[in-house]
């Protein structure tokens, strides 16, 4: 028992424990740096990530807005101009089938239009596979999915409105009728052409709105995600719309207040697994 003691208390034997205890620290120590960084590069990743979407709803917003700009603006209100046009003649006019004919023409607009192409796909796959996105997020890429679907089977529903126009030739008050959705010399209604170019805007509209939605959710959650690396983060990108708010291609952001309230803010105070892991370790 003595000779243990001894050997216990001699100076090789503080070395040894020494030197393995060191051993120990160094390569637990490394073990958890090397941790730390490896939770600071999926922080660095999802931010990436995020400014990639970023950049994308930035590409399909505009594209909206362009197709907005030269595509429905003018088809609504050329439609609108002919039809008030239309309505004030008939106002006038005893005998419409007559006077239409005789003293009435109109040129319909009858150009077909391209649907606008998004990479919707990738920013579906982005936001719902590679960021931690959360409610209101996720809701407003459903919505813009579904509303993007809505307008360009519109968009394709007018296309064929109008070949079948140019195909049949219709003429006086039958195509008038046709064209602007009114009663027919017969009692009839065909609503179509109108009510096309009612969801064609409508669609339009909801899909820039909630793309907008995305693109603000998208900024937020970049620059929480940003503070947690401090200054080697990133850079978040902001697109600014400030050009085509002034032109009147936005649409009215108080249309969705009611639909964004349904939708808890998020906040630092619920990071996702990475950062989980990474607050865990910043505390070890």
Known sequence: MNQLWHFLNSEFFSGLLVGTLSAVGGAYGGHLIAKRQKIRDELQQEINNINAAIALIFDAINTLLVFKQEAVRPMLEDFSLKLKRYEEFAENTDD?????????????????????????ARIESLIFEKIPSHGRLLGATASMIRCMSALNGAVNRRNAFITDMMAKEYQGVEGYSKYFGLVTDRGRVDETHPSLLEI??????????????????????????ARKLGDSAPRINEPNFGKAERSGLLPNEEVFQNWSALYREPTDDEPTPVLQRWLKLLSD
């Open 96 to 120: 419409i089938p007559e006077g239409i004919l005789v003293n009435f023409h109109i040129e319909f607009l009858l150009d077909a239009v391209d649907p606008p192409v998004v990479p919707l």
């Open 200 to 225: 064609i805007e409508s669609s339009m509209n909801s899909t820039i709105g909630f793309g907008r939605i995305i693109q603000k959710e998208l900024v937020k959650l970049g620059k929480r995600r």
